[in-house]
């Protein structure tokens, strides 16, 4: 062959690939690989929204709404936006063991973190303890970037400004006594968010570094007093603030608050009757949204999700049926060739 | 010059007198008509930028692209912060990537413009200034400049030729790279000017040219010479254009008429035609139609956000207060409609077009590379030239194709003959092992050793020295027009002016009848080792009316003999009637040989006795120059012959050209020959390449000189093949019901019902009818009002024949099909006459490794052989497309890409996106990780959507690949590896920490993709997008299979069960062509005369004349000098007489052939020493 192409160069290479003799596989949609195929993910599908049916079912959920709209409600006195620092206590009971660990959430509706604007006012730069951004803040924090007398606000944006600031406490009534659940924010957020995306600036004390700053319009103290009783939970790296910062993407959710993981409930929460001690902050009326918590457990795939298991179930069976439906098909207009 | 170009009939007006300043006293001032007319300097540019320019031009160029302006008009509109909803640099590096990229490429090309420009520009001249000859370059020749040309010299501009060193100012020009024909021709300078011989006359010269302005037609020059008080016509016959080189003449010296850019060259290369294919036109319609659902999408979604900003988000605003340019619902709805026009803008398939160009440059890539393409014998390889009209390779319907060069290799050779009623040349056993070729040496020392013969027995009849045998091969050697030229003893070079009669008189010389030289009066030949001597008589000329051309010789014996060969209708008219089996069994052969496609001549001699001739000679004298006259003459005395046989010459196919064509029309693809060639001669080869047929229920000659006639014919034509059609569909049906591959059949029917009314009959035309038509008929049927008719009639035929065409008419009809049948044409050709075509056609495809390289250049495919284009169309897979010629069909229908297809895609993808946003919207909405973080929040779910596009995408791609080969897999799973890479680093810490707002997205992909929620999520999004396509098509592969995957299923089937290839479903076209060749072997009686001759009139005169013989004599040169004039005359008259008004192409050889030979004869005989060099011009002495 080498001898050939020095005979005449212009002769085209002759290898597999110019020639197109490269090897090739040709699947081919026939009978004998379609109608098992369909079968097999059936069945996989059907096992599968079994599973996650049983698995779901098995997680306990409690959701107590707070808002407070209507009259019978003990928050109704705190609704009205003109109060301040109200507290209402909601009662509920549980009738038989709440397995642990149980995860206490906070839950919006109604609530548009999801809104583009609204998402991209922030600064991430800041965040970061970047301190050139506390100086200037990121264009994208308008209309929080600059306070009225144009001082920077740290950290800015409309994500931070409304940040959640209802706090809770729950107690289990035991004997007419009131013990406190003890509730634990400890890696509430995404490890990656506390360890990667949010720091502190590296000045001691934190404090220093925000001179020059003003603190968010809504927020009542700064940043670096987010937690009064834990000073290493403080700055951008407050676990509260971690998860209001990932927001939600659609205007329905849930946030993570605390775990119940300590004390006498390790195991989960007991039956019984228990009250829940609100300091209701947050106005949400002024846009129809509604507040609740929400006590839940979770398995190996995580919380109470019926909706895949059942889809699961749906889709595996529809395989299966669409399986037989081909198989009669094909019987009875064998492809032309295959006798 | 703008100027001169814009004035329409305006003359070009060239002051020369200006310029004697320049020729005596070097460059003197100008006046100021001078300058504004006269100072164009020869200097050219092809190229488009300079160093300053390049950038503007470039961009500028680059943004007239539809792609290039929509990225810039996104950037601009990301500029915008109220609008922008994605980063600047998500457009702008793509953006500024294509536009480089191309700009390098440009400037590359430019580059390579700039330096052959300035090599061309740099070559030397000899301009006359100052009263001498001084050396210019190229670019500093201006108009009005004289030049002297030396030998082998290229034109340096347009000149109108002065004098030159040749006698009557004659000199020769080579055109190939003007024309690409690389016969020689002549110029004649005008006689008044020829006298200038020397510089010191020339610089006097004060001559003021008055002519056309510059053009491209190169074959016409119109114009006036003033000078000396009195007018002379110039014409094209006086032009050295740009381009052609100088031949055979010592040095010649020219005006330059045109310069530069002027030049008819410069002006010919002027931008070919963009071809964009239909599936360019239909993307860019439904990328404007997907624009315009961008622009929907936007307006629904801006009102969406108005209702929504009404209704929610103005309770909102204690969380986020509109900003402060945004006070209202309705304003944050415009900018909305911008941001999502910006977001959306991947809808636009912009990218469609990258992809499209890169596949298409992949397909030119694998033609170049082909090769079962390449030709070893003129080591030429496939090329696409043009990379961007793949697809439509799989769509053509018509191909126009040449004859000459392309369809035919322009050798003739001896194949058969038949002499005295006994057939020679047959082979016996078409099966059995191949016959050796007979070696002539031991018996004639003077045969040529190229000369392939395959049947003894005409040896054997030779030898034994069989009467009949001699006397036909004694015909060919005398009978002709030819010249010898004998280089050293025994070694004999043949002039023929047409390849028919080199090849009759080769095959004489081989067996035994050596025609060795000829005077003006004699014929030497070499009979059977015996020198004898003729004493040639009269040559009765051969025309195409006559068809038949014959000479009187008296042999050294002193008989007079007339040798007679020509059309066997012409002649056996008129025979001895006598011996009548003798002319059946004859004119039996010669109808056979005619039904193989072979070119057949009858031939017959006649004894004179003195008186007779004496008689005859006299009445020939006083017919002199009277055509009339002189015909009836050659008409009384070729009367009484004796038949001696006949002749079969093969015009040789191209390798594979029959096959080639059965395949395609297997294809659907129908074939038109179109050539400048005689009726006769394209009839002979539609027969030889198996187009027309004697099974064929009729051919339809058209050759009606009026519009009336020709309207006649046509309309007559029709109602035959309705008529016949209808009674052969009676007989069908009857078949059609006992046929079983009914599925193969049905194909073809559904796809075209939108002709116009008066055709929808001629659609259902059934049974084989052909078409050949004239080309002064089809002028006429070219005209406005019977296009129509023509095409239709035309397009029910399925062989159409168009010969005698001009070039300008092969475009016509070209575009004609283009016009009325809307479907993707080829033209195919190798000469200068097909340019026109090959560029009016979708695609031009040019035979490369031939002579000229016009039509290669013009073409947008081009390879060396005829049969390579059913690879070219049929490939992909190429065995099993070649064998299945039918899978072609899908394409010329569009069945593949189509508005229909479009949306049907379209609406998947609309399904998948929906699939895509609900289901991970209705799981993560509860969902949430093991260590009970929910998993809502935006950029798991974003990063869960985008995964689960991905692999639905690829897996899509993968149910979409036929063939899995290495690269198919390297790109598949390389672009999903490459997503999650790409992922990964964009939510990399690195990043992040560099630019904290634009990757913040840190951390998601890992936290994401470490659920379990988020693969179920997918799987179930896959899925669910999937089967259904899955099960579609599972289905109507059953119910409905497409013929390709009947193919594609038996093809693998076969090979499972390791059948012999090709197996049971044995492909059409071997039948098909099993069947024709059976056909040659039991052969009907076809009653078609098999004549045609390549032959020019007027050779006979040339002969007798002596005019282009080397003469020795003084008093013959004188003779000869004193009849020049004449008998070019009488050449000139009789080529417009029998040529079409325009010569076309095909005999454009022969003609500029004759006229070669016609300069060369009006020399005076002493001078002609220069031309007797050219290869053209036979010349011999005694």
């Not at chain 1, 009978?31 to 059936?42: E, H, R």
């Amino acid at each position: 062959m080498v001898k050939e192409e020095n005979e005449s160069p212009n002769r085209p290479d002759n290898t597999a690939f110019t020639q197109q003799r490269l090897p090739a596989w040709q699947p081919m949609l026939s009978a004998g690989i379609v109608i098992p195929g369909f079968v097999l993910i059936g069945l996989a599908f059907i096992g599968i929204g079994v599973a996650l049916l049983i698995t779901s079912r098995n997680i306990q959920v409690l959701e107590l709404d707070y808002t407070g709209t209507e009259q019978n409600s003990p928050c109704f006195q705190c609704s009205d936006p003109d109060k301040q620092n109200c507290v209402c206590t909601l009662q509920f009971s549980i009738n038989r063991l709440f397995e642990g660990p149980v995860f206490f959430y906070y839950g919006l509706s109604n609530y548009f973190q999801n809104y583009r604007r609204y998402g991209v006012s922030r600064d991430d730069g800041q965040l970061y303890g970047d301190l050139s951004y506390f100086k200037e803040p990121y264009d994208q924090c308008e209309p929080y970037r600059y306070d009225r007398n144009k001082r920077p606000i740290v950290p800015c944006g409309s994500v931070v400004n409304s940040l959640f600031n209802d706090t809770f406490r729950l107690f289990q009534i035991v004997n007419g006594q009131q013990k406190e659940v003890p509730l634990d924010g400890k890696g509430i957020a995404w490890w990656t968010d506390y360890n990667i995306k949010f720091r502190n600036p590296t000045v001691t004390p934190l404090r220093n570094a925000f001179n020059g700053t003003v603190k968010p319009l809504f927020w009542p103290r700064p940043a670096y007093e987010l937690d009064t009783s834990d000073p290493a939970n403080n700055g951008f790296i407050n676990q509260d603030f971690l998860v209001w910062m990932r927001r939600a993407a659609l205007p329905d959710f849930r946030k993570l608050y605390r775990r119940i993981t300590e004390g006498d409930y390790t195991n989960g929460l007991p039956a019984g009757n228990y009250s829940l001690e609100i300091a209701y902050n947050y106005p949400v009326l002024s846009f129809n949204g509604r507040k609740m918590v929400v006590f839940s457990n979770v398995s190996w795939m995580g919380g109470k999700n019926e909706f895949l298991g059942i889809a699961y179930l749906v889709i595996g069976t529809l395989c299966v049926v669409m399986s037989v439906v081909m198989l009669i098909v094909y019987a009875k207009f064998k492809f032309p060739e295959e006798e | 010059m703008g100027h001169c170009s814009s004035k329409e009939a305006a003359v070009w007006r060239c002051l020369q007198r200006n310029l004697l300043q320049r020729r005596r006293e070097g460059s003197g001032p100008m006046t100021e008509s001078t300058m504004k007319n006269c100072t164009m300097l020869n200097c050219i540019t092809t190229s488009k930028y300079n160093v300053l320019t390049f950038l503007p031009i470039n961009l500028f160029e680059q943004f007239q692209e539809v792609a290039n302006t929509y990225f810039l008009f996104l950037l601009i509109l990301q500029l915008i912060p109220q609008i922008s909803s994605l980063s600047w640099f998500t457009t702008i590096v793509p953006l500024a990537l294509v536009l480089s990229i191309t700009a390098v490429k440009d400037a590359t090309d430019d580059y390579f413009r700039h330096r052959s420009d300035n090599q061309v520009n740099n070559r030397q001249s000899r301009v006359l200034i100052r009263g001498s000859l001084q050396n210019e370059k190229w670019m500093n020749v201006r108009v009005g400049d004289i030049i002297k040309l030396e030998n082998n010299q290229f034109v340096a501009a347009d000149l109108l030729l002065l004098s030159s060193s040749e006698p009557h100012g004659l000199c020769y020009i080579e055109t190939a790279e003007l024309d690409g024909e690389t016969n020689m021709k002549v110029r004649q300078s005008v006689s008044v000017t020829s006298e200038l011989g020397d510089p010191n006359n020339l610089a006097q010269f004060n001559g003021e040219v008055v002519c056309e302005p510059p053009n491209n037609k190169l074959d016409r020059f119109r114009g006036m010479l003033y000078w000396r008080e009195k007018k002379y016509t110039l014409t094209n016959q006086n032009m050295l254009l740009r381009g052609c080189v100088l031949r055979n003449t010592e040095a010649c010296y020219g005006l330059v008429i045109f310069a530069g850019p002027d030049t008819k060259l410069m002006q010919n290369s002027g931008r070919t035609k963009f071809k964009r294919t239909s599936i360019d036109r239909l993307m860019n319609t439904l990328v404007l139609w997907i624009f315009g659902f961008l622009v929907c999408m936007g307006i629904v979604l801006a009102v969406g956000n108005a209702v929504w900003e009404r209704e929610v988000g103005t309770l909102f605003q204690h969380y986020l207060p509109w900003d402060p340019p945004v006070d209202g619902f309705l304003f944050s709805a415009v900018l909305t409609f911008w941001s999502y026009v910006i977001i959306l803008n991947t809808v636009v398939p912009i990218s469609l077009y990258v992809s499209v160009e890169v596949i298409r440059l992949g397909h030119s890539y694998f033609i170049n590379w082909d090769q079962l393409m390449f030709c070893s014998k003129c080591n030429t390889a496939a090329e696409a030239r043009t990379t961007t009209l793949s697809e439509e390779l799989g769509q053509v319907e018509y191909i126009f194709s040449d004859k000459t060069g392309t369809l035919t290799q322009n050798i003739m050779s001896f194949k058969k003959c038949s002499i005295n009623g006994h057939s020679y040349g047959e082979v016996a056993n078409p099966l059995g092992p191949h016959p050796k070729r007979l070696d002539f040496t031991p018996f004639n020392l003077l045969a040529d050793p190229d000369f392939c013969f395959y049947d003894d027995t005409l040896l054997e009849s030779v030898k034994v020295g069989d009467s009949h045998t001699q006397e036909f091969f004694r015909l060919l050697s005398l009978c002709h027009t030819v010249m010898s030229e004998e280089k050293s003893e025994g070694e004999l070079v043949y002039k023929a002016q047409s390849p028919d009669e080199s090849a009759l008189v080769t095959a004489a010389r081989n067996f035994g009848f050596v025609f060795r030289s000829r005077t003006l009066g004699t014929i030497t030949t070499t009979e059977m080792g015996r020198t004898v001597t003729y004493t040639l008589l009269a040559i009765l000329d051969f025309n195409n009316a006559r068809k038949r051309m014959s000479v009187i010789v008296r042999n050294p014996e002193g008989r007079i003999r007339l040798y007679c060969k020509g059309a066997d209708t012409v002649l056996l008219e008129r025979l001895r009637p006598c011996k009548q089996d003798l002319i059946n069994i004859t004119s039996d052969h010669l109808n056979e040989y005619a039904a193989d496609g072979l070119r057949t001549l009858a031939l017959a001699y006649r004894d004179l006795t003195e008186e007779q001739w004496d008689m005859w000679s006299e009445s020939h004298q006083c017919a002199d120059k009277e055509e009339d006259l002189l015909s009836a003459a050659y008409e009384q005395i070729e009367q009484d012959m004796t038949l001696l046989g006949g002749t079969a010459i093969e015009d040789k196919l191209q390798e594979g050209v029959p096959e080639t064509i059965a395949l395609l029309s297997l294809a659907n693809i129908k074939t038109w020959i179109v050539t400048g060639d005689k009726q006769e001669t394209a009839v002979n080869i539609g027969y030889s390449c198996k187009m027309l047929t004697d099974d064929m229920t009729q051919v339809f000659i058209i050759s009606g000189h009026s519009v009336q006639r020709v309207k006649q014919e046509l309309r007559r034509a029709r109602e035959q093949m309705i008529a016949l059609s209808q009674t052969k569909d009676s007989e069908r049906e009857e078949v059609v019901e006992g046929c079983g591959e009914v599925c193969f059949m049905k194909f073809g029917g559904a796809g075209k019902q939108s002709q116009c009314p008066p055709s929808n009959r001629m659609d259902n035309i059934s049974g084989d009818f052909a078409l050949i038509i004239n080309g002064h008929s089809l002028a006429h049927a070219l005209e406005a009002d019977m296009e129509e008719e023509f095409i239709t009639t035309a397009c029910a035929c399925k062989a159409v024949i168009c010969c005698r065409v001009t070039p300008l008419q092969k475009a016509q009809v070209v575009e004609l099909v283009k016009k009325y049948k809307r479907a993707v044409t080829l033209a195919i050709g190798d000469g200068a006459n097909d340019v026109s075509m090959i560029k009016s056609a979708h695609i031009g495809v040019g035979i490369s490794g031939q002579e000229g390289i016009q039509a290669v250049l013009a073409s947008d495919y081009s390879f060396s052989q005829f049969r390579f284009l059913q690879r070219l169309l049929l490939d992909v897979p190429d065995q099993r497309s070649l064998e299945y010629p039918k899978l072609y069909e899908p394409g010329q229908f569009n069945l593949l890409f189509n508005k229909k297809v479009f949306f049907i895609c379209i609406a998947q993808g609309i399904y998948t996106s929906v699939v895509l946003f609900f289901v991970p919207y209705a799981i993560l909405a509860d969902a949430s990780q093991n260590n009970g973080e929910p998993l809502t929040d935006y950029q798991t779910f974003a990063v869960t959507t985008a995964t689960a596009l991905v692999i639905v995408v690829s897996v899509q791609i993968s149910l979409d690949t036929g063939f899995w080969t290495i690269f198919n897999h390297v790109f598949v799973w390389g672009s999903l590896g490459c997503y999650f890479t790409i992922m990964f680093a964009v939510h990399s810490q690195t990043l992040f920490s560099s630019f904290p707002n634009h990757f913040h997205f840190v951390g998601s992909a890992q936290s994401t993709l470490l659920q379990p929620v988020v693969w179920l999520t997918i799987a179930l999004a896959t899925v669910i997008c999937i089967v259904p396509v899955l099960a579609f098509r599972f289905l109507k592969l059953d119910l409905k299979p497409q013929l390709s995957d009947t193919v594609r299923h038996t093809q693998l089937m076969c090979e499972k069960k390791r059948r012999p290839a090709g197996g049971r479903v044995a492909s059409n076209w071997r039948r098909a062509g099993s069947v024709s060749e059976g056909r040659l072997g039991a052969r009907g009686g076809s009653r078609r005369s098999g004549y045609a001759f390549a032959h020019q009139e007027g050779f006979g005169e040339l002969i007798t004349s002596g005019k282009n013989m080397r003469l020795s004599s003084l008093a013959l040169a004188s003779f000869a000098s004193r009849h020049s004039s004449s008998w070019i005359e009488t050449l000139r008259r009789k080529k417009h007489a029998h040529t079409p008004p325009s010569t076309s192409g095909e005999c454009t050889p022969a003609l500029s052939h004759s006229s070669s030979v016609l300069g060369c004869s009006q020399e005076a005989p002493i001078e002609v020493e220069t031309v007797q060099e050219s290869r053209m011009i036979p010349t011999t002495s005694t």
